[in-house]
C-alpha cells in the first residue's frame, strides 16, 4: 500500500506544478498525506500504530524529497544520467548569405529603393524576350538555362524555364506599375554550371532598377559607388568597364579596389588591384518596348515608357560573390554545406 501511495506521488511531481503538490500532497489539514495517515491510523490495531505512524514519516520525508528534486526523480524513473553534460543547442541565427542579401537590400531601401520578388520558374518571355535577348543569343543555350522538360507544344514565349537572372522581375514591376520605379529584386537564380569553388547551379542575385524622368549614367555611377563604400567601407573606390547585356546600352562591368591590399595589388585582386563586382547599364529602349506591349495586352491604355520621356539604370549583382569577397570565404561551397564550423562563424 505504501509503495502505490509513493508511485502515486512521483507520478504527481512530474506533472503538477510544485505548488499545487505541496498543497495536495502535503497541506497540513486537507493534505493526502494527512487524510491517507488518518485512516490508515484509525482503523489499525492499537499496536500497529506506533511502526506505521513511522512508516507514514519515512513516506512524508521521501515525498517531500521527490519534491524537492524533481528533475532527479523523473531522471531515475526513466534511467537517465543527469550527470552528464547535457546537449548545447544554439541559438538559430541568420545564414550568412541571407544576411549579405538583406545588406544589401537595405543599403537600397534607404536610398528609397522599395523590395520586390518574382517567381524562379519564369517563362522564356519574361526571362529572354523581353529583354531583349536576340532568338540564337548564347546565354539562351541549353549550356546556361535549365528548361522545363515537354514545353515544345508551347509558344516559344510561353516556355518554362528555371530564371537565369533576378531581371525577369525588372519587367514583371514595369508592366504592373508605372513610373517612376525605383526597385530591388532579391532572389534565387539557376544556371546549368558545373559546381567549382565559385561556381553553384543555384546562387542568388540582388537586382535592381530606377525609372524617372532625367535617370542618367551619372545616376547609376553615384548610386553604385554609394552601395559599394556602404558595403565595403568608405575607403573603396568603384571604376566602371564598358561591357554588353542585352537589356542595357550602355552597360558596364562595375569594378571596387581590392579590399584585401587597398590596391596594392595581391593575390585576391590577381595583382591588379581591383575586383569585378556587378553588371550594369542604362535600361534599353528595347525593353522599355516590350514591357509597353505587354502593358497594352493588359489592358493598359497609356504608352507609360516613353523612352522620349523617361530613362532608368539598372543593375545586377552576385550575392555568393559578395559575402565571399566581405568574409574572405574562398568556396562558395561552404555557404551550402550546413557545416556548422562554417555558420558559427558568423553567429
Ligand atoms: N542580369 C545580368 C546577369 O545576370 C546582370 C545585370 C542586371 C546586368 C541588370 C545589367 C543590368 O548577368
Known amino acids: ?15 503538477m506544478d510544485a505548488e499545487a503538490f505541496r498543497l495536495h500532497w502535503l497541506g497540513r ?90 517567381p524562379q520558374v519564369e517563362t522564356d518571355f519574361y526571362n529572354f524576350e523581353a529583354l531583349n535577348f536576340p532568338p ?18 508551347k509558344p516559344a514565349r510561353e516556355r518554362l524555364l528555371m530564371r537565369t537572372h533576378t531581371s525577369p522581375v525588372q519587367i ?11 526597385i530591388v529584386i532579391p532572389g534565387k537564380v539557376h544556371r546549368n554550371d558545373a559546381a567549382d569553388a565559385t561556381h553553384s547551379p543555384i546562387f542568388h542575385q540582388v537586382e535592381g532598377l530606377c525609372v524617372d524622368t532625367n535617370i542618367t549614367f551619372s ?19 568603384t571604376r566602371f568597364f564598358p561591357s554588353f547585356f542585352p537589356f542595357t546600352e550602355p552597360s558596364a562591368d562595375v569594378q571596387i579596389s581590392c579590399i584585401f591590399c587597398g590596391g596594392k595589388g595581391c593575390r585576391k585582386c590577381k595583382h591588379s588591384g581591383w575586383i569585378e563586382l556587378l553588371g550594369c547599364g542604362m535600361v534599353d529602349p528595347a525593353v522599355f518596348a516590350a514591357v509597353n506591349e505587354q502593358r497594352a495586352l493588359a489592358g493598359e491604355t497609356s504608352p507609360a515608357y516613353d523612352p522620349a520621356k523617361i530613362s532608368g539604370f539598372a543593375f545586377g549583382m552576385g550575392v555568393e560573390r559578395i559575402a565571399m569577397i566581405q568574409h ?5 561551397g561552404h555557404f551550402y554545406s550546413g557545416d556548422m564550423r562554417f555558420l558559427e562563424q558568423f553567429a
Open 172 to 182: 514583371r514591376t514595369m508592366v504592373e506599375q508605372a513610373p517612376p520605379i525605383r
Open 29 to 118: 489539514k486537507q493534505g493526502r498525506l494527512k487524510t491517507i495517515s488518518e485512516a490508515w491510523l484509525k482503523s489499525a490495531p492499537a499496536e500497529a500504530r506506533k511502526p506505521l505512524g513511522i512508516r507514514f514519516n519515512q513516506l512524508k520525508q521521501q515525498i517531500e524529497a521527490a519534491l524537492e528534486a524533481p528533475v532527479a526523480a523523473t531522471a531515475q524513473v526513466r534511467g537517465i544520467d543527469i550527470t552528464l553534460p547535457g546537449a548545447v543547442r544554439a541559438p538559430g541565427v541568420e545564414h550568412p548569405l541571407l544576411k549579405t542579401m538583406h545588406e544589401i537590400v537595405q543599403v537600397f531601401n534607404h536610398l528609397g529603393f522599395g523590395t520586390n520578388t518574382g
Open 328 to 332: 574572405g570565404v574562398s568556396d562558395i
Open 1 to 15: 500500500a505504501f509503495t502505490g501511495v509513493m508511485a502515486e506521488a512521483t507520478a504527481d511531481v512530474a506533472t
Open 136 to 153: 540564337n543569343h548564347p546565354a539562351r543555350d541549353t549550356q546556361d538555362t535549365l528548361i522545363i522538360a515537354d514545353q515544345q507544344s
Open 219 to 237: 545616376d547609376l555611377k553615384g548610386t553604385l559607388d554609394h552601395a559599394m563604400k556602404a558595403l565595403f567601407g568608405s575607403a573603396v573606390k
